[in-house]
């Protein structure tokens, strides 16, 4: 169904489920996918149940996850700039289909660790939130990490070069390129549907990070789990700019301010999730925050690693740039100019 009829009948569904505003006291939020887990449930969605409170402005939300109002989170970009919510969080991977750019600070071997995703998102924001407010009519808020993507499999691995005939399922283009260059076969899956793929044999392997593949009940029916990072699941907040425009200079900082320091915390919070995480799905202590498996841990070799390492200039850049050129001339030329020198690539 093309989104010319799609969006009209999600505002009617919505007309129904949100309540209408007179004013400008409330704001309409589309939050992550309550599927994904610890994040959205007790960082994002009290941030914005308490929106007025952390933020010091007399404007509360309405706040409602993807999942629940049956948005598809790669429909982001589409739903933000038509103005049916006010905050959209923006999945990165899953939105670059609609704006190949945004994929730009997470292709595979980029940001494979916190320390430098850090770098490269904060030397990415500026350029992000130029084509964020000239294309899709947002003004971007904040980005954050879900963490390191992992792999999970039912079948035995030793290593990377075992994925090589395997179904493994992925979430974007670049990630999708690496698996073929490994000799494995792509599958992609939406996130919500992954465990029960995995369950049915539809794929043999998964790729996302420790903690949402454990609430959502992953290692349930998988037995082998690697943690080497590929990508590092960049999630972004963007306000609709004509709201943002319609507000003062001293909201839209107190506003600014607000969403950094949440920001900041969810940083912390991601990489405190992500090392419980890995030791929850191997039965390892302290596992304080998901809950307890016994997976089998496959050892992270040099080879391994050095593989994602040249994936970056090998497959992923090239990949990546190629399409994004098309859609945006000044695409790769950015990227070499603010990422390039953080990670060493000409």
Same mark, same amino acid.
């Given at each position: 169904?093309?989104?010319?009829?799609?969006?009209?009948?999600?505002?009617?569904?919505?007309?129904?489920?949100?309540?209408?505003?007179?004013?400008?006291?409330?704001?309409?939020?589309?939050?992550?996918?309550?599927?994904?887990?610890?994040?959205?449930?007790?960082?994002?969605?009290?941030?914005?149940?308490?929106?007025?409170?952390?933020?010091?402005?007399?404007?509360?939300?309405?706040?409602?996850?993807?999942?629940?109002?049956?948005?598809?989170?790669?429909?982001?970009?589409?739903?933000?700039?038509?103005?049916?919510?006010?905050?959209?969080?923006?999945?990165?991977?899953?939105?670059?289909?609609?704006?190949?750019?945004?994929?730009?600070?997470?292709?595979?071997?980029?940001?494979?660790?916190? /320390?430098?995703?850090?770098?490269?998102?904060?030397?990415?924001?500026?350029?992000?939130?130029?084509?964020?407010?000239?294309?899709?009519?947002?003004?971007?808020?904040?980005?954050?990490?879900?963490?390191?993507?992992?792999?999970?499999?039912?079948?035995?691995?030793?290593?990377?070069?075992?994925?090589?005939?395997?179904?493994?399922?992925?979430?974007?283009?670049?990630?999708?390129?690496?698996?073929?260059?490994?000799?494995?076969?792509?599958?992609?899956?939406?996130?919500?549907?992954?465990?029960?793929?995995?369950?049915?044999?539809?794929?043999?392997?998964?790729? #996302?990070?420790?903690?949402?593949?454990?609430?959502?009940?992953?290692?349930?029916?998988? #037995?082998?789990?690697?943690?080497?990072?590929?990508?590092?699941?960049?999630?972004?907040?963007?306000?609709?700019?004509?709201?943002?425009?319609?507000?003062?200079?001293? +909201? +839209?900082?107190?506003?600014?301010?607000?969403?950094?320091?949440?920001?900041? /915390?969810?940083?912390?919070?991601?990489?405190?999730?992500?090392?419980?995480?890995?030791?929850?799905?191997?039965?390892?202590?302290?596992?304080?925050?998901?809950?307890?498996?016994?997976?089998?841990?496959?050892?992270?070799?040099?080879?391994?690693?050095?593989?994602?390492?040249?994936?970056?200039?090998?497959?992923?850049?090239?990949?990546?740039?190629?399409?994004?050129?098309?859609?945006?001339?000044?695409?790769?030329? #950015?990227?070499?100019?603010?990422?390039?020198?953080?990670?060493?690539?000409?």
């Amino acid at each position: 169904m093309k989104l010319k009829f799609v969006l009209p009948l999600l505002a009617a569904t919505l007309a129904l489920v949100l309540p209408a505003h007179a004013d400008n006291a409330k704001l309409r939020v589309a939050g992550n996918l309550v599927a994904t887990g610890l994040i959205q449930q007790t960082k994002e969605q009290p941030f914005f149940e308490n929106f007025a409170k952390n933020t010091g402005l007399p404007i509360d939300a309405d706040y409602k996850p993807m999942d629940v109002l049956g948005v598809k989170d790669a429909d982001g970009l589409r739903v933000l700039k038509s103005g049916l919510f006010d905050v959209v969080t923006l999945r990165l991977a899953q939105v670059s289909r609609d704006e190949p750019f945004f994929l730009g600070p997470d292709i595979v071997g980029l940001s494979t660790d916190y /320390e430098v995703a850090r770098k490269v998102v904060d030397a990415y924001r500026d350029a992000f939130d130029k084509r964020l407010q000239e294309r899709h009519g947002g003004k971007l808020l904040g980005i954050y990490p879900f963490g390191p993507q992992v792999v999970f499999c039912k079948v035995q691995i030793n290593g990377l070069a075992d994925l090589k005939g395997r179904k493994v399922r992925v979430y974007d283009q670049s990630l999708a390129k690496f698996i073929e260059k490994l000799g494995g076969i792509p599958v992609t899956i939406p996130f919500g549907e992954t465990q029960q793929a995995l369950e049915r044999g539809v794929t043999d392997c998964a790729i #996302t990070g420790p903690s949402s593949a454990n609430s959502a009940g992953w290692p349930e029916v998988t #037995t082998h789990f690697m943690p080497i990072g590929f990508q590092i699941a960049l999630n972004a907040y963007a306000i609709n700019l004509s709201k943002w425009n319609a507000m003062t200079p001293d +909201q +839209q900082a107190k506003l600014t301010a607000a969403f950094r320091k949440f920001e900041t /915390e969810v940083w912390a919070y991601s990489k405190e999730l992500f090392d419980d995480a890995s030791r929850c799905n191997v039965g390892k202590e302290p596992c304080k925050t998901v809950k307890k498996f016994a997976m089998k841990d496959v050892p992270v070799k040099a080879a391994d690693e050095q593989m994602v390492r040249e994936a970056l200039a090998t497959v992923s850049f090239p990949t990546w740039s190629e399409l994004c050129d098309k859609s945006y001339e000044k695409c790769s030329a #950015t990227w070499k100019q603010v990422v390039g020198p953080v990670v060493g690539l000409k």
